[in-house]
């Protein structure tokens, strides 16, 4: 295994934050969603927190299990399936909890409580998990989809 060098004093740059947006509902879930894509990430979970700030959240993928034994505080937890359609919701779990996998739950959404039901997000919701550039693009498509079926009452691509 090769290790590259860093220089004395330099930090390594951390990852950048996601936007988790309910594309059902036209809702956002969290404007600054860590993703922990790797062991160390989701063995650390949301410890390093005293509590999630109204637009935090934690995304665990690949999904491990369902564990809230590294928070000190309760949490909303949305599962998702491979296409980030939400197949379960668990409200307000408090802390040091382990729940059984869901079926078909390929990775999660740890948000601040009450976030799902100011998002109003439910089940078979579509979920877009992105960086705040890409928002901005999957934006632009919907706007000129819906301009398309508007004034011509055809879908893109139809």
Known sequence: MQVEPIAL???????????????????????????????????RGLLSCERLKSGD????????????????????????????????LVENIQPFRVLPVRPGCV????????????SHTQLNDELLICAAEDMETWHRAQAQRRCLLM???VQEGA
């Open 57 to 88: 959240g934690l995304w665990m993928t690949p999904l491990p299990r369902i564990r809230t034994v590294s928070t000190l505080f309760p949490i909303d937890l949305i599962c998702l399936d491979g296409m980030n359609r939400v197949t379960g």
């Open 9 to 43: 004093g330099e930090r390594r740059k951390p990852k950048r934050a996601l936007c988790a947006f309910n594309c059902t509902r036209e809702s956002f879930l969290g404007m600054s969603v860590t993703p922990a894509d790797t062991l160390l990430r989701r063995l």
């Open 151 to 153: 004034r011509y009452g």
């Open 107 to 118: 990775s999660f959404l740890e948000l601040p409580l009450r976030a799902i039901h100011y």
